[in-house]
Nanobody, 118 residues
Framework: QVQLVESGGGLVQPGGSLRLSCAASRSICSINTMGWYRQAPGKERELVATITRGGSTNYADSVKGRFTLSRDIAKNTVYLQMNSLKPEDTAVYYC????????????WGQGTQVTVSS
C-alpha cells in the first residue's frame, strides 16, 4: 500500500508558476514509477510526467520545456514545478505511484486543483 498526499495547487495567472508536491507513505525507492496525471472537465485523465525508480523522467509533449518533475528521496516526495502556465493547463492534478510485484498496482492521491486564469 502507498498513501499519497498532494499539495500546492491553486489559482495562477497565465505565464505564472506553481509547484505541486506529493508525499508518499513509504520510501519512493521501493516504488517503480511515480508521476502526475491531470484531468480537465469533460476530458479523460492524461499523463503529465513520470519518474522511474532509477530517475528517468518522461513528459507529455504539451508540457515539455515548461514542467519539471523532481524528487527528494530523503523526504519520500516528488515535485512538479510548473512554469509558463497556460489556461489549458487547468485541471485536477493527481499524484500516482505504480508498483510492480506480481501484478501492477496504481495508487492515487486525492487530487489538487490547478486553475490558470486571468
Amino acid at each position: 500500500q502507498v498513501q499519497l498526499v498532494e499539495s500546492g495547487g491553486g489559482l495562477v495567472q497565465p505565464g505564472g508558476s506553481l509547484r505541486l508536491s506529493c508525499a508518499a507513505s513509504r520510501s519512493i525507492c521501493s516504488i517503480n514509477t511515480m508521476g502526475w496525471y491531470r484531468q480537465a472537465p469533460g476530458k479523460e485523465r492524461e499523463l503529465v510526467a513520470t519518474i522511474t525508480r532509477g530517475g528517468s523522467t518522461n513528459y507529455a509533449d504539451s508540457v515539455k520545456g515548461r514542467f519539471t518533475l523532481s524528487r527528494d528521496i530523503a523526504k519520500n516526495t516528488v515535485y512538479l514545478q510548473m512554469n509558463s502556465l497556460k489556461p489549458e493547463d487547468t485541471a485536477v492534478y493527481y499524484c500516482n505511484a505504480r508498483t510492480v510485484v506480481t501484478v501492477m498496482t496504481d495508487f492515487w492521491g486525492q487530487g489538487t486543483q490547478v486553475t490558470v486564469s486571468s
